[in-house]
C-alpha cells in the first residue's frame, strides 16, 4: 500500500519535472490576465475630466469678458490657460480654447464657442423741454449726445410736427437707431411762447456815434430817446414818439413825430420793424438791443 503510494508521488513528480516549462508559462498568462483585468477596472473607476460652463454665453458687443469667467466647474483635472480678456468687438460666434490637465495627467484642448451679440439701445442725451418765441428758430438737435455700446456715430431724427411761426406746445420725440437695430425714442417738449416785450424800461442801442433807446408803452405807443455825437462837434439829442403792434416776433413801428431844437413837435412819418428774441432782447437794422430799466 505504501509501496504504491510512494510509487504515484514519484509519477507527479517526474510530470512536473518534464511539464515545469509548461506550467510556468500558464502561472504568467494567468498572471498577466489578472494584471490587465484590475488595471482596466480600476481605469474605468477613474472618473474623467470634466469642464462645465455657464449656460449663458451671449455677450454684448464691446462689453469685458475674461475667459475663465465663463467655466463654472472644472472636475478632475486643472486648467492651465491663462485668464485673457475676450476680444468682444465683432459680432457673431467666436471659438475659444482652454488647455487642461485630465485624469491621466495629460493636456488637453476644450473647444466652444461663444456668440457676440448687440441688444443695447443707444442711449439720448438731451433736454426735455426747449423755450423759444414765436418766429425764432431753435437747433433742435444742438446739444443733443448719443452714444452706443457699438461706438459708432449715430444720427438722431426729430419725429413729430411742429411749426416756429405758430405758438404752442409740442410734444416731440428724439429717435436714434444703430446698425443693430436697436432704437431710442425719447419725448421732449418745444414750447414757443408769444412773443412779449417789457413796457416803461428801455431796449437801449449802443455804438460809436449813436447811443439810445425804446421806451414802449401798452397802449401801443412808444418814444425813442438818442443822443449822437460827431467828431469835433458839439453832441446832440432828440426824441421820437410813435405807434407800434406786434405781430408773431415782429414790431411793427411808425414814427409819427420827431421833437426839434425848441421842443415842438414835427411830423415824421417812417416805417420800420424789429425782430422780438425774447423779452429782454429786441434786434433793429441787424443791432442788438437790451432791455434796462433807465438809460445810462
Known sequence: MVGEVIMKFSNVIEFIKKHI??????????????????????????????????????????????????????????????????????????????????????????????????????????????????????????????????????????????????VGKYTLKYVAVDSSGNKSEEEFILDILKATIKYKGYYAQSSPSISGGYQFNSDGTFNYFYQFCELGEACGAGLQEGVYEIKGNKILAKTTGTYDDMGELQPHDYEFELTIVNENKIIVNGNTLNYMDKLN
Not at 418766429?135 to 461706438?151: A, E, F, I, P
Request: hydrophobic letters at 40%; charged letters at 30%.
Open 21 to 166: 516549462l509548461l506550467l510556468l508559462i500558464l502561472i504568467i498568462f494567468i498572471s498577466v490576465i489578472v494584471i490587465i483585468f484590475f488595471s482596466k477596472n480600476n481605469l474605468l473607476n477613474t472618473p474623467k475630466t470634466n469642464i462645465e460652463l455657464y449656460e449663458n454665453l451671449n455677450f454684448e458687443l464691446n462689453s469685458e469678458v475674461y475667459l475663465l469667467s465663463l467655466i463654472k466647474k472644472v472636475s478632475n483635472g486643472e486648467l492651465v490657460t491663462d485668464n485673457f480678456k475676450i476680444d468682444t468687438s465683432i459680432l457673431g460666434e467666436k471659438e475659444l480654447k482652454i488647455k487642461y490637465i485630465n485624469e491621466k495627467n495629460e493636456e488637453k484642448e476644450y473647444t466652444f464657442k461663444i456668440n457676440v451679440v448687440d441688444t443695447t439701445k443707444p442711449v439720448i442725451k438731451y433736454k426735455k423741454e426747449l423755450t423759444t418765441t414765436i418766429g425764432n428758430k431753435l437747433d433742435l438737435l444742438k446739444d443733443v449726445v448719443v452714444t452706443d455700446n457699438s461706438g459708432e456715430k449715430i444720427s438722431v431724427e426729430i419725429n413729430g410736427e411742429y411749426d416756429f411761426n405758430k
